[in-house]
Nanobody, 117 residues
């Protein structure tokens, strides 16, 4: 069983920055595509960004140029650096570990990001 634990959420003013972290344990970290998703109140969960074990990245259009996803395979951790935050970024952010080849899919419990003045 893989544990996925997010941290780093909080309250930030518009234009500010936060860095989210997601630590995993219990499996070979590098096999997973690690993703950050978010769910705002009343909305569906959406993919924000993901990164493969080799380091290839994908970003949703809404966060391109503002968010950066990275991973440290030695620390079994993925990060999401969020800059130029705006109120529309307010959501619970979830970390996901996915391996299609191994039919594995794990979610964290989420961390709340609130962007407000």
């Amino acid at each position: 069983q893989v544990q996925v634990v997010e941290s780093g959420g909080g309250l930030v003013q518009p234009g500010g920055s936060l860095r989210l972290s997601c630590a995993t344990s219990g499996s070979i970290f590098s096999i997973y595509v690690m993703g950050w998703y978010r769910q705002a109140p009343g909305k569906q969960r959406e993919l924000v960004a993901h990164i493969t074990g080799a380091g290839s990245t994908y970003y949703a259009d809404s966060v391109k140029g503002r968010f950066t996803i990275s991973r440290d395979n030695a620390k079994n951790t993925v990060y999401l650096q969020m800059n130029s935050l705006n109120p529309e970024d307010t959501a619970v952010y979830y970390c996901n570990a996915y391996s299609a080849a191994n039919n594995l899919n794990y979610w964290g419990k989420g961390t709340l990001v609130t962007v407000s003045s």
